[in-house]
């Protein structure tokens, strides 16, 4: 998608953002606390990506 719909979108956005945030950070968090589990690192990264899927979404905007 073009950043002219996100532009015209902004709340879509602003959700879309919070929504991949709080998981991303949540994610993270949780898979933080698995300590010696191959699947807390799974989630881990699992986290990032929808922390850098968030960071992509805002930037979208001014490109």
């Not at 606390?33 to 979404?57: P, R």
Request: proline content about 0%; hydrophobic content about 60%.
């Amino acid at each position: 998608m073009s950043a002219k719909f996100w532009k015209e979108h902004a709340t879509l956005r602003v959700i879309l953002i919070a929504v991949f945030f709080l998981g991303g950070l949540g994610l993270t968090i949780g898979g933080w606390t698995m300590k010696g589990q191959l699947l807390g690192l799974g989630v881990m990264v699992i986290g990032v990506v929808l922390l850098l899927a968030a960071l992509w979404l805002y930037n979208k905007v001014f490109q």
